[in-house]
């Protein structure tokens, strides 16, 4: 056990001495900042402007819901854009919940998106971690230990989901600290309330962040392990990012494309999602969110033991 | 007799229905340094992966300290140290750091055994610095120090002189040298330049087209090739012919001034004896040890590989 440690420290010490890696995280921060200022800057893109948040909200909220249900006319005078439910703005007055300014944890939320980044990196990474030793030669002076291929090439696979790990908290921290740079923070815990299919759901706000910043990362997983396959079995970086960002940039062009199979359902970027099950329903028929999980775990298991068999298998013959 | 530390057991190799290795069968010995020669393509480098596990055996076995390779991989090549074909090493690391790398690898690394190796090849001025800024020649010895990180009971170094200029190539000689002497280490050095083999190696094996054609030991080989070329020139060229000839057979040649035949060490006096007696003058007497190349050449007749 203490070994396989050295061996993830080993890698670990291997990536970050790379000038690729510094320059993925660096890039990754700035980014992030960016797109915090051009928020701060451009007010247009907020989520619409104030909030009813002084002491009054409920009477606030009461009257906008009588303006949203009356006449037609009636809407131009309507304050608060960001509140057009008026379901959800009922649920806000009947359950005493105060709507919140648009802050750190709004902030949080919205860069969910940047997860898509962090899979380009992760698949990056993972592409090159078995490759590169190729590449560079060095995977002969890396074979000749006493340290089985399986463990080596787990050490290497755990290496690639720790990465993606840190780069997760990174940017979930960062936007939090970003986020309560430029538009404060409104208060540490807060009830986020919104539109689950036809229901309207509660949740304390981390909780809520959390979950579907997990969520999203099954996508990233499925196809950084893709990636790390790829990159055993043909020895070739070049070869594995690209087939990988082609994959994941082209999923749902692919799927489309092939909607009208019976067979479609099974195909993984059909079940990468699972967020689907929570907002609305699932892409095709019958589908369910036991059925995808089911799907996804065939696969990973089928791209762990496909990367498994060829880096323990094959002979080094030319590196 | 010492056990040997290494033995190979009928070892074979198919890649793709074509044989490339034929059944190798030899021992290796603690502290000899033993030379592996054959022209390019002949199986060296295909041999010492099998040797450290990066390739596969199609059959056969070897034994490393009585480990068997395809059995107790752990246990046979934790007595293994090696540089397979170039010092490769990350780039983007200091030295230092490569050899901590490695040696995480390996329980019971401590940090001083890395100063240790380090002194050993002489790289403490430097070692801090990324390996891609150094030298071939700093590769190399780094790679060496890799290698020695655990004291392994054999080297494998394949081609461990590519590259190196002449300084280089003898601070390796002297370091694989005295592995063997000092450390009892048992050295197996690939390579085909020969003359650098005689200088380094105690037993040569000379591999051809997947086969051992033969085992040397260095001492011998030099013992058998007994034999000189002798260069003279003698006026008159006739009367020397014909004096040699009388005391040597007639394997003579003339090239101009000079005449050129095969004799043992011992009969070359007696041979210039006879001529100065017989009223030959002597301008120059040159007498060329034949050497390994030769007899390395005779044995493999040629560079052809099928």
């Known amino acids: 056990m203490n070994n396989f440690v050295k061996l993830i420290r080993n890698e670990q010490m291997k990536m970050y001495s790379q000038i690729t890696t510094k320059v993925m995280v660096i890039t990754f921060a700035i980014l992030i900042l960016a797109f915090g200022i051009f928020q701060k800057v451009d007010d247009s893109f907020l989520s619409g402007g104030d909030v009813p948040s002084g002491d009054d909200w409920k009477e606030v909220l009461q009257e906008q819901n009588d303006l949203l249900q009356g006449e037609d006319g009636s809407r131009e005078a309507i304050q608060y854009p960001a509140f057009m439910d008026v379901e959800v703005n009922q649920y806000y007055i009947d359950n005493n919940i105060k709507p919140t300014t648009f802050d750190a944890w709004d902030f949080v939320q919205m860069n969910k998106g940047f997860i898509s980044i962090i899979s380009l990196f992760t698949i990056i990474v993972a592409a090159s971690i078995v490759a590169n030793e190729f590449k560079w030669g060095t995977i002969k002076l890396l074979l000749i230990r006493p340290i089985s291929r399986a463990k080596l090439l787990l050490a290497k696979y755990v290496s690639v989901l720790i990465f993606a790990l840190t780069l997760l908290v990174f940017l979930y921290v960062f936007s939090f600290v970003v986020g309560g740079a430029l538009f404060g923070i409104d208060s540490i815990s807060q009830t986020y309330v919104f539109r689950q299919g036809d229901s309207i759901e509660q949740a304390p706000i981390f909780a809520h962040t959390a979950f579907r910043y997990l969520l999203s990362s099954i996508n990233l997983v499925m196809m950084a392990t893709f990636a790390f396959m790829i990159s055993a079995v043909f020895r070739n970086s070049s070869l594995s990012i690209g087939i990988a960002i082609f994959l994941m940039m082209a999923g749902n062009s692919i799927l489309l494309f092939l909607a009208g199979r019976e067979w479609a359902k099974y195909i993984l970027f059909a079940n990468t999602d699972l967020t689907v099950y929570l907002e609305g329903g699932p892409m095709f028929e019958g589908m369910t969110a036991v059925f995808s999980v089911g799907v996804l775990i065939v696969y990973y298991v089928l791209f762990i033991v496909l990367a498994w068999l060829f880096f323990t298998k094959r002979d080094v013959a030319n590196a | ?306």
């Open chain 2, 1 to 306: 007799m010492t056990q040997p530390v290494m033995q190979l057991k009928e070892v074979q190799k198919t890649i793709k229905g074509k044989p490339i290795i034929k059944g190798l069968d030899f021992d290796i010995y603690p502290g000899e340094v033993f030379g592996f020669l054959g022209p390019n393509g002949a199986g060296k480098t295909t041999t010492i992966r099998m040797m450290v596990g990066l390739m596969k055996l199609t059959s056969g076995d070897i034994y490393i300290k009585g480990n068997s390779i395809i059995k107790d991989y752990k246990q046979a090549i934790r007595h293994v140290g090696g540089i397979v074909e170039n010092p490769e090493m990350y780039p983007f690391m200091s030295g230092w750091k490569n050899l901590i790398h490695y040696s995480r690898m390996i329980p019971g690394i401590p940090n001083e055994r890395i100063k240790e190796v380090v002194q050993l090849v002489g790289l403490e001025n430097r070692v801090n610095d990324k390996v891609g800024k150094y030298s071939l020649g700093m590769r190399q010895r780094l790679g060496i120090a890799q290698a020695l990180l655990h004291n392994p009971s054999i080297l494998i170094l394949d081609e461990p002189t590519n590259g190196l200029d002449p300084a280089g190539i003898r601070e390796i000689r002297s370091y694989i040298r005295r592995m063997a002497a000092e450390e009892n280490v048992a050295v197996i050095v690939s390579s085909h330049i020969l003359s650098e083999m005689e200088m380094m190696c105690d037993r040569i094996g000379i591999i051809k087209n997947g086969e051992l054609i033969t085992i040397q030991s260095v001492q011998e080989a030099l013992k058998q090739t007994e034999q000189r070329e002798v260069s003279m020139e003698a006026n008159p060229q006739q009367l020397a012919t014909e004096i040699v000839t009388e005391l040597v057979g007639d394997d003579i040649s003339q090239s101009g001034e000079m005449i050129h035949f095969v004799a043992s060490r011992a009969q070359i006096p007696d041979i210039i004896k006879h001529l100065v007696n017989g009223g030959v003058d002597l301008y120059s007497v040159d007498v060329k040890r034949s050497t390994l190349e030769d007899a390395f050449m005779d044995v493999i007749g040629g560079d052809s590989i099928e």
